[in-house]
C-alpha cells in the first residue's frame, strides 16, 4: 500500500515562504513525485516535479522562479520550498506519486495521491 503524507501548509501573507513536505514509503528505484494544487472552483493543475531516478525536474510557468523542489533518499521525503508567494498560490496542495513511469508531469499518471494540505496566502 503506497501511502503519501503532506505536512506544512498554513496561512501566510503575500510576499511570505512555506516549506511543504511529502512523506512517503519507499516505492521502487524509478518513479516520480509531484506537487498538484486545486483552489476552489478550478481544475487540478501540476505545480512541480522531481524525478527519483535522475532528480530531473518540472516547474510550471505560475511557480517557476519561486518554488523549489527537491528529495532527501535517507527520509523519503519530497520537499516543495516556497517563497515570494501570491494570493493565487492559495490552494489545496496534494503531493503524488507516479510509479508506471520513472518521469511525467500528467496528472493522469499519478496513481497514488494525498490527503493534501491546504495553503492561504492572504493578508
Known amino acids: 500500500q503506497v501511502q503519501l503524507v503532506e505536512s506544512g501548509g498554513g496561512l501566510v501573507q503575500p510576499g511570505g515562504s512555506l516549506r511543504l513536505s511529502c512523506a512517503h514509503s519507499?516505492?521502487?528505484?524509478?518513479?516520480?513525485i509531484g506537487w498538484f494544487r486545486q483552489a476552489p472552483g478550478k481544475e487540478r493543475e501540476v505545480v512541480s516535479c522531481?524525478?527519483?531516478?535522475?532528480?530531473?525536474?518540472y516547474y510550471s510557468d505560475s511557480v517557476k522562479g519561486r518554488f523549489t523542489i527537491s528529495r532527501d533518499r535517507a527520509q523519503s521525503t519530497v520537499d516543495l520550498q516556497m517563497t515570494s508567494l501570491k494570493p493565487e498560490d492559495s490552494a489545496v496542495y496534494y503531493c503524488?506519486?507516479?510509479?508506471?513511469?520513472?518521469?511525467?508531469?500528467?496528472?493522469?499518471?499519478?496513481?497514488?495521491w494525498g490527503q493534501g494540505t491546504q495553503v492561504t496566502v492572504s493578508s
Open positions: 522531481i524525478s527519483v531516478g535522475n532528480d530531473n525536474t
Open positions: 519507499r516505492l521502487s528505484l524509478n518513479y516520480a
Open positions: 503524488a506519486a507516479a510509479l508506471s513511469t520513472g518521469w511525467s508531469t500528467r496528472d493522469a499518471d499519478f496513481g497514488a
